[in-house]
């Protein structure tokens, strides 16, 4: 729920609160598994060097994790702004999308 404050603020009715407490939780467990993944991809690039392997193996493998790390890092921010896209257009009041034009 959200602060007693903000509700007054924002001045949403029942099912935009619920909207918008949805929209956390998806925002939410969509961020912690792409952190998940990140951990994961960060700690095997702390193990790789420990691995002896040819350099060029050593090489491609980089790339990969790099190109993966990169691609967890555009998903999250896409995220975000598909989050703030909905909360705009979705959940606010009609009124805010008027003052915006």
């Known amino acids: 729920m959200l602060p007693c404050y903000l509700q007054e603020v924002l001045d ?15 925002f939410l467990t969509k961020r912690r598994f792409l952190a998940l993944e990140r951990k994961r991809l960060v700690s095997f690039l702390a193990t790789f060097d420990d691995q002896l392997l040819h350099p060029s193996d ?3 493998t980089a790339t990969d994790l790099v190109n993966r ?12 702004f598909k989050v703030v896209g909905a909360v705009w257009f979705g959940v606010c009041p009609p009124v805010w999308v008027l003052m915006s034009c």
């Open 69 to 80: 790390l990169k691609d967890n890092a555009l998903e999250d921010q896409q995220v975000l």
């Open 12 to 26: 949403l009715s029942q099912d935009q609160t619920a909207d918008l407490m949805r929209l956390r939780q998806l």
């Open 58 to 60: 050593n090489s491609t």
